[in-house]
Protein backbone atom coordinates (compact mmCIF):
# COMPACT_ATOMS: atom_id res chain seq x y z
CA UNK A 1 0.00 0.00 0.00
CA UNK A 2 1.26 3.52 -1.22
CA UNK A 3 0.76 6.69 1.55
CA UNK A 4 2.03 9.53 0.98
CA UNK A 5 4.71 11.28 3.09
CA UNK A 6 5.58 14.86 4.34
CA UNK A 7 7.63 15.67 1.16
CA UNK A 8 4.72 15.16 -1.12
CA UNK A 9 2.87 17.94 0.78
CA UNK A 10 3.60 21.15 -1.33
CA UNK A 11 1.45 23.70 -0.23
CA UNK A 12 -1.13 24.26 3.21
CA UNK A 13 -3.32 27.57 3.59
CA UNK A 14 -5.54 28.78 5.62
CA UNK A 15 -8.53 30.55 4.57
CA UNK A 16 -11.15 32.79 6.61
CA UNK A 17 -14.06 30.91 6.17
CA UNK A 18 -16.37 34.07 6.03
CA UNK A 19 -14.57 36.33 3.48
CA UNK A 20 -12.72 33.95 1.10
CA UNK A 21 -9.16 35.79 2.05
CA UNK A 22 -5.95 33.65 2.57
CA UNK A 23 -4.91 34.73 6.09
CA UNK A 24 -1.85 32.03 6.27
CA UNK A 25 0.41 29.93 3.67
CA UNK A 26 3.43 27.91 4.34
CA UNK A 27 5.06 26.39 1.12
CA UNK A 28 6.91 22.66 1.84
CA UNK A 29 8.00 22.30 -1.71
CA UNK A 30 7.82 23.72 -4.82
CA UNK A 31 4.33 24.58 -6.04
CA UNK A 32 2.66 23.10 -9.52
CA UNK A 33 2.67 25.67 -12.55
CA UNK A 34 3.07 28.49 -10.33
CA UNK A 35 6.24 26.90 -8.16
CA UNK A 36 8.24 30.26 -7.89
CA UNK A 37 5.65 32.42 -7.27
CA UNK A 38 3.62 32.30 -4.04
CA UNK A 39 1.08 35.54 -4.21
CA UNK A 40 -0.13 34.26 -7.43
CA UNK A 41 -0.30 30.61 -5.66
CA UNK A 42 -2.38 32.75 -2.61
CA UNK A 43 -4.52 34.76 -5.31
CA UNK A 44 -5.46 31.41 -7.05
CA UNK A 45 -6.44 29.47 -3.93
CA UNK A 46 -7.99 32.58 -2.60
CA UNK A 47 -10.13 32.88 -5.86
CA UNK A 48 -11.04 29.38 -5.84
CA UNK A 49 -12.41 29.12 -2.42
CA UNK A 50 -13.68 32.53 -2.44
CA UNK A 51 -15.93 31.13 -5.66
CA UNK A 52 -16.67 28.06 -4.68
CA UNK A 53 -16.80 28.64 -0.42
CA UNK A 54 -20.56 27.68 -1.09
CA UNK A 55 -20.34 24.18 -1.32
CA UNK A 56 -17.11 23.45 0.25
CA UNK A 57 -18.66 21.57 3.79
CA UNK A 58 -17.26 20.42 6.82
CA UNK A 59 -15.87 16.87 5.42
CA UNK A 60 -12.66 16.72 3.24
CA UNK A 61 -12.85 17.33 -0.97
CA UNK A 62 -10.43 17.14 -3.62
CA UNK A 63 -9.49 18.67 -6.39
CA UNK A 64 -7.24 17.44 -8.61
CA UNK A 65 -5.11 19.27 -11.48
CA UNK A 66 -2.69 17.79 -13.83
CA UNK A 67 0.09 16.91 -11.44
CA UNK A 68 -1.11 18.32 -8.27
CA UNK A 69 -3.78 17.96 -5.54
CA UNK A 70 -5.88 20.45 -3.50
CA UNK A 71 -7.44 18.97 -0.53
CA UNK A 72 -10.22 21.23 1.21
CA UNK A 73 -12.16 21.01 4.75
CA UNK A 74 -14.62 23.87 6.08
CA UNK A 75 -14.42 24.67 9.49
CA UNK A 76 -16.52 27.20 11.52
CA UNK A 77 -13.46 30.29 11.22
CA UNK A 78 -11.16 28.73 8.56
CA UNK A 79 -10.95 26.57 5.81
CA UNK A 80 -7.75 24.70 5.03
CA UNK A 81 -6.37 23.75 1.93
CA UNK A 82 -3.59 21.78 1.86
CA UNK A 83 -1.83 21.02 -1.57
CA UNK A 84 -0.17 17.63 -2.46
CA UNK A 85 1.60 15.95 -5.53
CA UNK A 86 -0.51 13.60 -7.37
CA UNK A 87 -0.55 10.19 -7.66
CA UNK A 88 -0.51 8.84 -3.94
CA UNK A 89 -2.75 7.57 -1.58
CA UNK A 90 -3.29 10.59 1.04
CA UNK A 91 -3.93 8.51 4.09
CA UNK A 92 -3.61 10.81 6.56
CA UNK A 93 -4.51 13.46 4.91
CA UNK A 94 -7.54 13.62 7.09
CA UNK A 95 -5.74 13.12 10.34
CA UNK A 96 -3.48 16.42 9.61
CA UNK A 97 -6.20 18.82 7.99
CA UNK A 98 -8.46 18.01 11.23
CA UNK A 99 -5.93 18.82 13.20
CA UNK A 100 -4.33 21.76 12.32
CA UNK A 101 -8.48 23.04 11.94
CA UNK A 102 -9.01 21.93 15.31
CA UNK A 103 -6.14 23.90 16.92
CA UNK A 104 -6.51 27.16 15.45
CA UNK A 105 -10.18 27.28 15.73
CA UNK A 106 -9.34 26.78 19.58
CA UNK A 107 -5.94 28.54 19.53
CA UNK A 108 -5.81 31.73 17.60
CA UNK A 109 -8.25 34.43 17.85
CA UNK A 110 -9.57 34.78 13.32
CA UNK A 111 -11.39 37.67 13.90
CA UNK A 112 -8.56 40.36 14.33
CA UNK A 113 -6.76 38.94 12.08
CA UNK A 114 -7.68 41.16 9.04
CA UNK A 115 -7.25 45.21 9.16
CA UNK A 116 -6.62 46.76 6.07
CA UNK A 117 -6.20 43.43 4.25
CA UNK A 118 -2.22 43.08 6.52
CA UNK A 119 -1.73 40.18 8.48
CA UNK A 120 0.51 41.32 11.75
CA UNK A 121 3.51 39.43 12.16
CA UNK A 122 2.47 38.07 15.46
CA UNK A 123 -0.72 36.50 14.34
CA UNK A 124 0.99 35.15 11.20
CA UNK A 125 3.40 33.33 13.46
CA UNK A 126 0.10 31.77 15.84
CA UNK A 127 -0.02 30.11 12.54
CA UNK A 128 3.50 29.54 11.87
CA UNK A 129 3.67 28.01 15.23
CA UNK A 130 0.55 24.97 14.89
CA UNK A 131 1.52 24.20 11.44
CA UNK A 132 5.28 23.13 12.23
CA UNK A 133 4.15 21.41 15.43
CA UNK A 134 1.42 19.78 13.34
CA UNK A 135 3.78 18.67 10.65
CA UNK A 136 7.12 17.81 13.04
CA UNK A 137 4.90 15.39 15.08
CA UNK A 138 3.66 13.72 11.82
CA UNK A 139 7.42 13.64 10.47
CA UNK A 140 8.40 11.65 13.77
CA UNK A 141 5.48 8.91 13.77
CA UNK A 142 5.61 6.05 11.82
CA UNK A 143 2.61 4.60 9.73
CA UNK A 144 2.35 0.70 9.75
CA UNK A 145 -0.23 0.04 6.90
CA UNK A 146 -2.24 -3.42 7.28
CA UNK A 147 -5.39 -3.67 4.75
CA UNK A 148 -6.64 -7.19 4.27
CA UNK A 149 -6.98 -7.97 0.39
CA UNK A 150 -10.31 -8.70 0.79
CA UNK A 151 -13.44 -8.97 2.95
CA UNK A 152 -12.64 -11.82 6.10
CA UNK A 153 -13.79 -15.44 5.24
CA UNK A 154 -15.43 -17.14 7.81
CA UNK A 155 -16.62 -21.08 6.84
CA UNK A 156 -19.46 -23.11 8.25
CA UNK A 157 -18.79 -26.74 8.31
CA UNK A 158 -20.00 -29.86 9.50
CA UNK A 159 -22.44 -33.03 8.97
CA UNK A 160 -25.71 -33.33 7.82
CA UNK A 161 -28.60 -31.77 9.98
CA UNK A 162 -26.04 -29.97 12.50
CA UNK A 163 -28.25 -26.64 11.85
CA UNK A 164 -25.27 -25.13 10.61
CA UNK A 165 -27.60 -22.91 7.45
CA UNK A 166 -30.32 -22.09 10.18
CA UNK A 167 -27.56 -21.05 12.59
CA UNK A 168 -26.24 -18.80 9.90
CA UNK A 169 -30.38 -17.18 9.16
CA UNK A 170 -30.60 -16.75 12.46
CA UNK A 171 -27.59 -14.97 13.62
CA UNK A 172 -26.36 -12.87 10.12
CA UNK A 173 -30.17 -12.52 8.89
CA UNK A 174 -32.19 -12.43 11.95
CA UNK A 175 -34.66 -15.38 10.58
CA UNK A 176 -38.17 -15.29 12.81
CA UNK A 177 -39.16 -19.05 13.57
CA UNK A 178 -41.64 -19.43 10.67
CA UNK A 179 -38.84 -18.44 7.67
CA UNK A 180 -36.16 -21.32 9.62
CA UNK A 181 -39.02 -24.17 9.95
CA UNK A 182 -38.49 -23.16 5.05
CA UNK A 183 -34.85 -23.97 5.12
CA UNK A 184 -33.92 -27.07 2.65
CA UNK A 185 -30.25 -28.95 3.39
CA UNK A 186 -27.27 -27.13 1.23
CA UNK A 187 -26.51 -28.46 -1.86
CA UNK A 188 -22.70 -28.65 -2.69
CA UNK A 189 -22.05 -25.23 -0.84
CA UNK A 190 -23.09 -21.53 -1.12
CA UNK A 191 -21.05 -18.38 -1.28
CA UNK A 192 -22.99 -15.53 1.00
CA UNK A 193 -22.17 -11.90 1.48
CA UNK A 194 -23.93 -10.81 4.61
CA UNK A 195 -23.69 -7.00 6.12
CA UNK A 196 -23.89 -7.82 9.28
CA UNK A 197 -25.88 -5.41 11.38
CA UNK A 198 -24.22 -5.84 14.92
CA UNK A 199 -20.67 -4.58 13.24
CA UNK A 200 -21.67 -2.38 10.62
CA UNK A 201 -19.65 -4.83 7.92
CA UNK A 202 -19.76 -7.22 5.47
CA UNK A 203 -18.45 -10.83 5.77
CA UNK A 204 -18.33 -13.52 2.92
CA UNK A 205 -19.06 -16.90 4.53
CA UNK A 206 -18.67 -20.08 3.09
CA UNK A 207 -22.17 -22.38 3.84
CA UNK A 208 -20.83 -26.21 3.30
CA UNK A 209 -23.27 -28.74 2.79
CA UNK A 210 -22.59 -31.78 5.65
CA UNK A 211 -24.19 -34.45 3.10
CA UNK A 212 -21.48 -37.26 2.38
CA UNK A 213 -21.26 -36.73 -1.01
CA UNK A 214 -20.77 -32.98 -0.59
CA UNK A 215 -18.27 -33.52 2.13
CA UNK A 216 -16.01 -35.40 0.33
CA UNK A 217 -15.93 -32.60 -2.13
CA UNK A 218 -15.21 -30.05 -0.08
CA UNK A 219 -12.32 -32.29 1.04
CA UNK A 220 -10.88 -32.34 -2.39
CA UNK A 221 -11.69 -28.68 -3.03
CA UNK A 222 -8.65 -26.10 -1.35
CA UNK A 223 -10.60 -22.61 -2.55
CA UNK A 224 -13.51 -23.94 0.44
CA UNK A 225 -10.45 -23.49 3.43
CA UNK A 226 -8.00 -20.90 1.43
CA UNK A 227 -7.91 -17.91 3.09
CA UNK A 228 -9.99 -18.79 5.47
CA UNK A 229 -10.01 -16.06 8.97
CA UNK A 230 -11.64 -18.55 10.85
CA UNK A 231 -13.84 -21.87 10.54
CA UNK A 232 -17.04 -22.71 12.32
CA UNK A 233 -17.32 -26.44 12.53
CA UNK A 234 -21.03 -27.32 14.18
CA UNK A 235 -22.37 -30.41 15.28
CA UNK A 236 -25.55 -31.56 16.59
CA UNK A 237 -24.82 -32.59 20.34
CA UNK A 238 -27.93 -35.00 20.13
CA UNK A 239 -26.99 -37.08 17.36
CA UNK A 240 -23.82 -38.89 19.89
CA UNK A 241 -23.72 -41.91 16.63
CA UNK A 242 -22.26 -39.38 14.53
CA UNK A 243 -19.72 -37.85 17.09
CA UNK A 244 -16.79 -40.16 15.86
CA UNK A 245 -17.71 -39.67 11.62
CA UNK A 246 -17.60 -35.72 12.27
CA UNK A 247 -14.27 -36.10 14.16
CA UNK A 248 -13.19 -37.53 10.92
CA UNK A 249 -14.33 -35.12 8.73
CA UNK A 250 -12.53 -32.29 11.50
CA UNK A 251 -9.83 -33.86 11.24
CA UNK A 252 -9.27 -33.82 7.84
CA UNK A 253 -10.08 -30.52 7.31
CA UNK A 254 -6.93 -29.71 9.75
CA UNK A 255 -4.67 -31.53 7.57
CA UNK A 256 -5.60 -29.62 4.52
CA UNK A 257 -5.01 -26.41 6.59
CA UNK A 258 -1.32 -27.68 7.69
CA UNK A 259 -0.77 -28.53 4.32
CA UNK A 260 -1.45 -25.19 3.38
CA UNK A 261 0.16 -23.73 6.26
CA UNK A 262 -2.61 -21.67 7.62
CA UNK A 263 -3.67 -21.59 11.43
CA UNK A 264 -7.57 -20.56 11.43
CA UNK A 265 -9.26 -19.94 14.64
CA UNK A 266 -11.62 -22.70 14.66
CA UNK A 267 -14.67 -22.67 16.59
CA UNK A 268 -16.28 -25.96 17.74
CA UNK A 269 -20.21 -25.91 18.40
CA UNK A 270 -21.78 -28.14 20.64
CA UNK A 271 -25.09 -26.54 18.88
CA UNK A 272 -28.77 -27.30 19.81
CA UNK A 273 -27.98 -27.32 22.83
CA UNK A 274 -31.33 -25.73 23.88
CA UNK A 275 -32.07 -23.91 27.25
CA UNK A 276 -34.87 -26.64 28.05
CA UNK A 277 -33.16 -29.77 26.82
CA UNK A 278 -29.79 -29.09 29.05
CA UNK A 279 -30.19 -30.94 31.89
CA UNK A 280 -31.11 -34.31 29.49
CA UNK A 281 -28.13 -33.48 27.29
CA UNK A 282 -25.13 -34.14 30.18
CA UNK A 283 -23.85 -37.02 28.95
CA UNK A 284 -24.50 -36.09 25.28
CA UNK A 285 -22.19 -33.32 26.67
CA UNK A 286 -19.70 -35.62 28.39
CA UNK A 287 -19.10 -37.96 24.96
CA UNK A 288 -19.07 -34.80 22.63
CA UNK A 289 -15.38 -33.56 24.66
CA UNK A 290 -14.50 -37.02 25.06
CA UNK A 291 -14.96 -37.44 21.50
CA UNK A 292 -13.24 -34.00 20.42
CA UNK A 293 -10.71 -34.04 22.49
CA UNK A 294 -8.10 -34.34 19.43
CA UNK A 295 -9.22 -30.78 18.79
CA UNK A 296 -6.13 -29.84 21.50
CA UNK A 297 -3.47 -30.57 18.84
CA UNK A 298 -4.72 -27.19 16.62
CA UNK A 299 -3.26 -23.90 18.31
CA UNK A 300 -6.24 -21.38 18.05
CA UNK A 301 -9.44 -23.05 18.59
CA UNK A 302 -12.22 -22.87 21.20
CA UNK A 303 -15.43 -25.19 22.06
CA UNK A 304 -18.77 -23.59 22.14
CA UNK A 305 -22.69 -24.43 23.20
CA UNK A 306 -25.03 -23.03 21.36
CA UNK A 307 -28.58 -22.51 20.76
CA UNK A 308 -30.57 -20.41 18.33
CA UNK A 309 -33.38 -20.33 21.06
CA UNK A 310 -30.94 -18.32 23.23
CA UNK A 311 -27.97 -15.72 23.03
CA UNK A 312 -25.46 -18.79 23.06
CA UNK A 313 -25.06 -18.53 19.14
CA UNK A 314 -24.68 -14.93 19.21
CA UNK A 315 -22.10 -15.68 21.84
CA UNK A 316 -20.68 -18.26 19.98
CA UNK A 317 -20.57 -16.06 16.12
CA UNK A 318 -18.90 -13.63 17.67
CA UNK A 319 -16.21 -14.40 19.89
CA UNK A 320 -15.27 -17.01 16.64
CA UNK A 321 -15.18 -14.15 14.56
CA UNK A 322 -13.61 -11.92 16.94
CA UNK A 323 -10.74 -14.59 18.22
CA UNK A 324 -10.27 -14.54 14.13
CA UNK A 325 -8.24 -10.96 14.71
CA UNK A 326 -4.49 -11.67 13.44
CA UNK A 327 -2.43 -11.23 16.43
CA UNK A 328 -0.05 -9.33 14.48
CA UNK A 329 -2.76 -7.11 14.17
CA UNK A 330 -3.68 -6.97 17.51
CA UNK A 331 0.08 -6.17 18.90
CA UNK A 332 0.42 -3.16 16.20
CA UNK A 333 -2.99 -1.85 17.90
CA UNK A 334 -1.58 -2.41 21.47
CA UNK A 335 1.38 -0.11 20.08
CA UNK A 336 -0.50 2.25 18.81
CA UNK A 337 -1.74 5.98 19.42
CA UNK A 338 -4.86 4.21 20.19
CA UNK A 339 -3.42 2.13 23.02
CA UNK A 340 -1.61 5.37 24.63
CA UNK A 341 -4.84 8.03 23.81
CA UNK A 342 -7.24 5.29 25.93
CA UNK A 343 -4.14 5.47 28.53
CA UNK A 344 -4.37 9.04 28.73
CA UNK A 345 -8.50 9.13 29.35
CA UNK A 346 -8.36 6.91 31.70
CA UNK A 347 -5.36 9.09 34.23
CA UNK A 348 -7.78 12.36 33.19
CA UNK A 349 -11.02 10.17 35.02
CA UNK A 350 -8.98 9.07 37.52
CA UNK A 351 -7.43 12.42 38.25
CA UNK A 352 -10.85 13.92 38.42
CA UNK A 353 -12.36 11.25 40.72
CA UNK A 354 -9.31 9.93 43.00
CA UNK A 355 -9.62 9.30 46.74
CA UNK A 356 -6.54 10.21 47.81
CA UNK A 357 -6.86 7.83 51.11
CA UNK A 358 -6.66 4.77 49.17
CA UNK A 359 -3.55 2.33 49.66
CA UNK A 360 -1.92 1.02 46.86
CA UNK A 361 -3.47 -2.38 46.23
CA UNK A 362 -7.06 -0.32 46.48
CA UNK A 363 -5.43 2.70 44.22
CA UNK A 364 -4.90 -0.23 41.48
CA UNK A 365 -8.19 -1.80 42.11
CA UNK A 366 -9.27 1.28 40.97
CA UNK A 367 -7.18 1.90 38.15
CA UNK A 368 -7.95 -1.15 36.50
CA UNK A 369 -12.06 -0.67 37.24
CA UNK A 370 -11.87 2.45 35.24
CA UNK A 371 -9.68 1.18 32.78
CA UNK A 372 -11.97 -1.38 31.59
CA UNK A 373 -14.55 0.31 29.53
CA UNK A 374 -12.06 2.07 26.93
CA UNK A 375 -10.54 -1.52 26.89
CA UNK A 376 -14.33 -2.70 25.58
CA UNK A 377 -14.46 0.46 23.45
CA UNK A 378 -10.67 -0.42 21.97
CA UNK A 379 -11.70 -4.24 21.18
CA UNK A 380 -14.96 -3.22 19.63
CA UNK A 381 -13.23 -0.65 17.06
CA UNK A 382 -11.26 -3.36 16.54
CA UNK A 383 -13.14 -6.09 15.35
CA UNK A 384 -15.55 -3.21 13.29
CA UNK A 385 -12.26 -1.67 11.34
CA UNK A 386 -10.65 -5.68 10.65
CA UNK A 387 -13.88 -6.42 9.43
CA UNK A 388 -14.69 -3.44 7.23
CA UNK A 389 -11.44 -3.42 5.58
CA UNK A 390 -10.28 -0.26 7.38
CA UNK A 391 -7.34 -1.30 9.30
CA UNK A 392 -4.74 1.05 7.05
CA UNK A 393 -3.07 3.08 9.52
CA UNK A 394 -1.88 3.03 13.16
CA UNK A 395 -0.27 5.78 14.73
CA UNK A 396 2.66 4.62 17.03
CA UNK A 397 3.65 7.79 18.73
CA UNK A 398 6.34 5.64 20.53
CA UNK A 399 10.14 4.37 19.95
CA UNK A 400 9.90 0.75 18.38
CA UNK A 401 12.04 -0.65 21.71
CA UNK A 402 10.18 1.69 24.43
CA UNK A 403 6.59 -0.75 24.44
CA UNK A 404 7.03 -4.25 23.20
CA UNK A 405 3.83 -6.09 23.19
CA UNK A 406 3.45 -9.60 22.27
CA UNK A 407 0.55 -11.87 21.47
CA UNK A 408 0.64 -15.60 22.15
CA UNK A 409 -1.83 -18.59 22.21
CA UNK A 410 -2.82 -20.19 25.15
CA UNK A 411 -5.70 -23.10 25.04
CA UNK A 412 -8.92 -21.46 25.37
CA UNK A 413 -7.73 -17.93 25.29
CA UNK A 414 -4.79 -15.76 24.98
CA UNK A 415 -1.56 -14.45 26.76
CA UNK A 416 0.16 -11.09 25.87
CA UNK A 417 3.19 -10.10 27.08
CA UNK A 418 4.05 -6.49 27.67
CA UNK A 419 7.91 -4.82 27.88
CA UNK A 420 7.94 -1.26 28.85
CA UNK A 421 11.16 1.13 30.11
CA UNK A 422 11.96 0.98 33.93
CA UNK A 423 12.15 4.52 34.48
CA UNK A 424 9.04 5.76 32.52
CA UNK A 425 6.60 2.96 34.54
CA UNK A 426 5.10 1.74 37.63
CA UNK A 427 2.44 -0.74 39.24
CA UNK A 428 0.34 1.81 38.76
CA UNK A 429 1.05 2.08 34.90
CA UNK A 430 0.64 -1.93 34.48
CA UNK A 431 -3.01 -1.18 36.47
CA UNK A 432 -3.96 0.71 33.67
CA UNK A 433 -2.51 -2.18 31.27
CA UNK A 434 -4.73 -4.77 32.93
CA UNK A 435 -8.22 -2.75 32.85
CA UNK A 436 -7.56 -2.15 29.19
CA UNK A 437 -6.60 -6.02 28.49
CA UNK A 438 -9.53 -7.19 30.69
CA UNK A 439 -12.15 -4.68 28.91
CA UNK A 440 -10.52 -5.97 25.30
CA UNK A 441 -10.81 -9.57 26.69
CA UNK A 442 -14.58 -9.53 28.24
CA UNK A 443 -15.57 -8.18 24.77
CA UNK A 444 -13.57 -10.87 23.08
CA UNK A 445 -15.15 -13.42 25.43
CA UNK A 446 -12.42 -13.98 27.28
CA UNK A 447 -13.51 -13.13 30.79
CA UNK A 448 -10.77 -14.25 32.93
CA UNK A 449 -7.58 -12.25 33.24
CA UNK A 450 -4.36 -13.44 35.09
CA UNK A 451 -1.31 -11.52 35.79
CA UNK A 452 1.03 -14.61 35.25
CA UNK A 453 4.50 -12.55 35.65
CA UNK A 454 6.31 -9.28 37.07
CA UNK A 455 10.10 -9.64 36.30
CA UNK A 456 12.36 -6.73 35.87
CA UNK A 457 16.04 -6.18 34.58
CA UNK A 458 18.18 -3.41 34.34
CA UNK A 459 16.54 -1.11 32.29
CA UNK A 460 12.93 -2.84 31.76
CA UNK A 461 9.96 -4.36 33.30
CA UNK A 462 7.62 -7.16 31.61
CA UNK A 463 4.25 -8.42 32.66
CA UNK A 464 2.77 -11.24 31.30
CA UNK A 465 -1.44 -11.87 31.10
CA UNK A 466 -3.48 -14.45 30.39
CA UNK A 467 -6.76 -13.93 28.86
CA UNK A 468 -9.26 -16.92 28.97
CA UNK A 469 -12.37 -17.87 28.32
CA UNK A 470 -13.12 -20.18 31.68
Known amino acids: MTRISIKSIKRISVINAETGIELYCKDISSSFFLEHDNQLVSGFISALIGFSKAIVKEEIQEIVFANSRLFFKRFSKVIIVVMTTLGEECIFIDRLIND ?5 ETQVDISPHRQFDVISPEQTSSFETLVCEILEREKSTPLISIKPEK ?42 HSFLDALRTELTIFDLGGQAQYIENHL ?13 FMVDIHHTGEFQQALEYLMKIIQILRVNEEEPFIGLFAHKYDPEKKSGLKPNLQEFLRTFRKISEWPRYSIFLSSIFDESLHLAFIRTISRAIP ?17 NQVWKTISSQMNHNLNTHELEEKIIDLAVPYGEKLASEILSDWLANNLQIFEVRTPNDSLNVEVLDLQGGIRINVRLPKED ?29 LEETTDSIQAGWSLLEF
Open 220 to 232: TMDNRWKGAAAII
Open 151 to 192: SPKIVIAGPKRAGKTTALRKFFYSWDEEELKAITPTVDYSVL
Open 327 to 343: FNLLQNILKSAIFFETQ
Open 100 to 104: LGNQI
Open 425 to 453: QSSVTFAVIEGLFTGLGSFFGLSKINRLT
